[in-house]
T-cell receptor, first 115, second 115 residues
Framework: AQSVTQLGSHVSVSEGALVLLRCNYS??????LFWYVQYPNQGLQLLLK??????LVKGINGFEAEFKKSETSFHLTKPSAHMSDAAEYFC?????????????FGKGTHLIIQP | DADVTQTPRNRITKTGKRIMLECSQT?????MYWYRQDPGLGLRLIYY???????NKGEISDGYSVSRQAQAKFSLSLESAIPNQTALYFC??????????????FGPGTRLTVL
């Protein structure tokens, strides 16, 4: 079975500082990896995804993530935090090679932006 | 209009009552999913469906049932609600792209409270 570990249930950074949200996964097959963001009282929105090909993936709102197979990691970064980035972030891995059988989510990281 | 809609958005009910949550999509996707979100636990898969004739259990299906009335409609039922089913429920859809399923698109969620 797949699993996802997100280090840190809460991460606080200053506006303009680097954002780093950590995600490690376990998978017995080549993984498909996703980062979703959830703003208050809203559903989940896809930030970026890794399926195959380039290991550095760029997403919306200036976020990017790098797939590192040797470290089984898919950390999310943004060079400069903005107040609007405050939200809950979820890392997810597909339960099968194609993601058809649903996603396994991490427990989430709440990102707090300090002015 | 939203591509994935859920009704109701909020519901308060009592222990033992039967509850149905409904999901509709206009994206034309074949796969639909139900997840529940609990604080600090992330999202967990309840059921998923490939088409109207195909229903599959997820990680936490006990106490729930589903119905896929049409490609565009997928309902989740709690036959006899209990307080630990108090949660935020999300419907999601995805479609097939070549050799993998695309990312999942989420509805706005239904907040269910069981007293």
């Amino acid at each position: 079975a797949q699993s996802v570990t997100q280090l840190g249930s809460h991460v606080s950074v200053s506006e303009g500082a680097l954002v780093l949200l950590r995600c490690n996964y376990s998978s017995s097959v080549p993984p498909y990896l996703f980062w979703y963001v959830q703003y208050p009282n809203q559903g989940l929105q896809l930030l970026l995804k890794y399926t195959t090909g380039a290991t550095l993936v760029k997403g919306i709102n200036g976020f990017e993530a790098e797939f590192k197979k040797s470290e089984t990691s898919f950390h999310l970064t943004k060079p400069s935090a903005h107040m609007s980035d405050a939200a809950e972030y979820f890392c997810a891995v597909s339960d099968s090679g194609g993601g058809a059988d649903g996603l396994t989510f991490g427990k989430g990281t709440h990102l707090i932006i300090q002015p | 209009d939203a591509d994935v809609t859920q009704t109701p958005r909020n519901r308060i009910t009592k222990t033992g009552k039967r509850i149905m949550l409904e999901c509709s999509q206009t994206k034309g996707h074949d796969r639909m999913y139900w997840y529940r979100q609990d604080p600090g636990l992330g999202l967990r898969l309840i059921y998923y469906s490939f088409d109207v004739k195909d229903i599959n259990k997820g990680e936490i299906s006990d106490g729930y049932s589903v119905s896929r009335q049409a490609q565009a409609k997928f309902s989740l039922s709690l036959e006899s609600a209990i307080p630990n089913q108090t949660a935020l429920y999300f419907c999601a859809t995805s479609d097939y792209r070549g050799n993998y399923y695309n990312e999942q698109f989420f509805g706005p969620g239904t907040r269910l409270t069981v007293l």
